[in-house]
């Protein structure tokens, strides 16, 4: 196998070593090109990660000052943030060799093989060291033991585990060998590896904030034909919770809409179009809605809209469409957030509520009942209202205490990990409180919204016709500043 192996792996860009018929293959790399300057918007995990290159770069130096490099750093973090990017980063910069694997290819597995190839992995590294040993994934392999198969047992993973864990004790670090993982949901993790001297230090990798995006959104420009006066600032204002793949993706999609345009340069219209599809899933024009309920998707989303643009602590409206797009969004309603936030509090909230509700209470008023279509806005402002009471300690009734850990969204299958531990009386108090809630911000919505039956019919009417319209379009969109009306303060206490 090495004979023939060893010309493949000589070239410049690496070759892969497969062994036996599994899946799971061994990638060895050399000269990886990917450097730091490729990933952007994880400063805090460059830095963290510059030590290491440093180390790899000369181990020798490196013990004889007693510096203790760690032998496992785990990067976590929400799909798409550049986890991966950022493995073969170190390798590129260091001008080491990069071994890595998946951990979803272990999934299939016989018996023995997992082990067999998680020995080889760290052998070769061995071998060849300096070297990076990356695991992909490292969740799908490295799932707390017992939870797979009823009755413990020796199944694959767990064999694949143990050798793991074997291996990561096994090593010498001062050789220059530094193993890297990624993973998405640290939180199923066996806790054996986390454990000091194995995956001990680990690395956030966070979606970006805004001028993270900014720097992210240069590095993928720099692969298209772009207009001169580009704004990548007013871009990346349109993308917040957009990860750096998100963006990858959405500088691809502008340069087609740009390209199907027969435009030479790609422009800032060109990036709303990328950043509306991508938000609200794929134009569907050619989905015919009846004419019925056309005229209540434009007033359901005009109720939004006006929402919006009456209450003083919501994101300014940006666009209001009824073009059906995907399957389940009849319309929207886009609002351009004017900043990055990291607090917010118990009256913006309440007014995020309201602005959910607002699409059901114009059906309301002016259908006199709701239909099926607002049921998504309705389990999100129930969301708000729940994580207001259960977590912020923002209900009078049912007190301040934390009743739930936090959701982590990015976890994937939004499991709790702990059960409630809180009282049925506490539970039947949130539940009131929840409701006390959500009934306010729809009566708050339906209030604002007779007060403004003019705009209401209006706007739908104007909807109907041009199917999307912006606040220039139609100016009782505005904010109230801009319209020089009063604005309409936050709704009483909770
Ligand atoms: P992850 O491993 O965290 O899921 P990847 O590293 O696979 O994410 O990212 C996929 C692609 O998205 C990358 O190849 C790159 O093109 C782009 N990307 C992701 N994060 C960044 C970033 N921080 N800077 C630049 N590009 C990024
Ligand atoms: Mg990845
Ligand atoms: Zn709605």
């Not at 209450?311 to 666009?319: I, Q």
């Not at 309705?378 to 739930?404: H, I, P, Y």
């Not at 936090?406 to 709790?416: A, C, I, P």
């Not at 919204?449 to 505005?478: K, S, V």
């Amino acid at each position: 196998w090495m004979f023939l192996l060893r010309p493949m792996m000589a070239g410049q860009h690496g070759g892969l070593m497969s062994i036996g018929r599994s899946r799971a293959k061994v990638y060895a790399e050399k000269g990886v090109k990917v450097t730091f300057a490729d990933v952007a918007g994880v400063d805090e995990a460059k830095q963290e990660l510059a030590e290491v290159v440093g180390f790899l770069k000369d181990p020798a130096t490196y013990g004889r000052l007693g510096a203790r490099i760690p032998k496992g750093l785990l990067l976590v973090g929400p799909p798409g943030t550049g986890k991966t990017l950022l493995a073969r980063a170190v390798a590129g910069e260091s001008g080491v060799r990069f071994f890595s694997i998946t951990g979803s290819e272990f999934v299939e597995m016989f018996v023995g093989v997992g082990a067999s190839r998680v020995r080889d992995l760290f052998q070769q590294a061995r071998e060849q060291a300096p070297a990076i040993v990356f695991i992909d994934e490292l969740d799908a392999l490295g799932r707390a033991r017992g939870i797979d198969v009823p009755g413990g047992g020796h199944d694959e993973k767990e064999q694949t585990l143990n050798q793991l864990l074997a291996e990561m004790d096994g090593f010498d670090p001062s050789v220059g060998i530094v193993v890297l993982a990624a993973t998405n949901r640290p939180e199923i993790l066996d806790p054996a590896l986390l454990r000091a001297g194995r995956f001990d230090r680990q690395v956030l990798v966070d979606r970006p904030d805004r001028q993270g995006r900014i720097d992210i959104l240069n590095v993928h420009l720099k692969k298209i034909s772009v207009a001169p006066e580009l704004d990548v600032a007013a871009i990346a204002a349109l993308t917040p919770g957009f990860t750096g793949a998100d963006l990858a993706n959405l500088v691809n999609e502008a340069a087609l809409v740009a390209t199907r345009r027969g435009a030479s340069a790609t422009v800032l219209d060109d990036f709303t179009q990328a950043v509306e599809r991508i938000v609200a899933g794929a134009e569907r024009r050619g989905r015919l809605l009846k004419p019925d309920e056309r005229e209540r998707v434009a007033y359901h989303e005009m109720g939004h809209a006006l929402a919006a643009s009456t209450l003083t602590k919501t994101d300014p409206v940006h666009k209001v469409s009824i073009i059906p797009r995907s399957i389940g969004a009849l319309g929207y309603t886009l609002q351009r957030p004017t900043d990055d936030r990291f607090l917010i509090t118990t009256s913006e909230l309440k007014e995020r509520m309201t602005a959910l509700l607002a699409g059901r209470a114009a059906e309301e008023i002016v259908y006199g009942e709701v239909s099926t279509g607002a049921a998504d806005d309705l389990a999100k402002a129930t969301d708000v209202a729940r994580q207001s009471v259960t977590r912020f300690g923002m209900s009078a009734s049912v007190g301040q205490a934390v009743l739930e850990e936090e959701k982590q969204q990015w976890l994937g299958d939004g499991s709790r990990l702990h059960p409630k531990d809180y009282s049925e009386a506490t539970a039947r108090e949130v539940d009131l409180a929840v409701r006390g809630m959500i009934d306010e911000a729809y009566q708050a919505a339906k209030d604002l919204l007779q007060a403004r039956m003019a705009d209401l019919r209006a706007g739908a009417r104007l909807l109907l016709e041009r199917e999307t319209i912006t606040p220039a379009d139609f100016p009782p969109l505005q904010r109230p500043e801009a319209r020089k009306v009063p604005a309409v303060a936050a709704q009483s206490a909770l």
